[in-house]
């Protein structure tokens, strides 16, 4: 079963940037769509940006324009790269396919904070 492991999180004021990373193995990673979700307290975890193997990208509306999403086959890694940071986008961020199919990560914890 795969594993997925979330890093790059942090604390950040209002429009700074941070670069999320999503380390997957015990997959053959190349042939999944993959995404990233974020969760906040209290509420179901929602996905934010999605990449197809092919490359195509997807973003929810509350992120568009912001983030971008690549992935690495290679590297067997999806990236999230958050610009222009909102008091909102603090959550819990985890990686995996937009149906999810593997176990969870710990995630990575971004905070937005004057």
């Known amino acids: 079963q795969g594993k997925l492991v979330e890093s790059g999180g942090g604390l950040v004021q209002p429009g700074g940037s941070l670069r999320l990373s999503c380390a997957a193995s015990?997959?053959?990673?190349?042939?999944?769509?993959m995404g990233w979700y974020h969760q906040v307290p209290g509420k179901q975890r929602e996905l934010v940006a999605r990449i197809t193997i092919g490359g195509t990208t997807n973003y929810a509306d509350s992120v568009k324009g912001r983030f971008t999403i690549s992935r690495d086959n290679a590297k067997n890694t999806v990236h999230l790269q958050m610009n222009s940071l909102k008091l909102e986008d603090t959550a819990v961020y985890y990686c995996?396919?937009?149906?999810?199919?593997?176990?969870w990560g710990q995630g990575t914890q971004v905070t937005v904070s004057s």
């Open positions: 015990g997959m053959i990673f190349s042939i999944y769509n």
């Open positions: 995996n396919t937009p149906t999810p199919v593997f176990d």
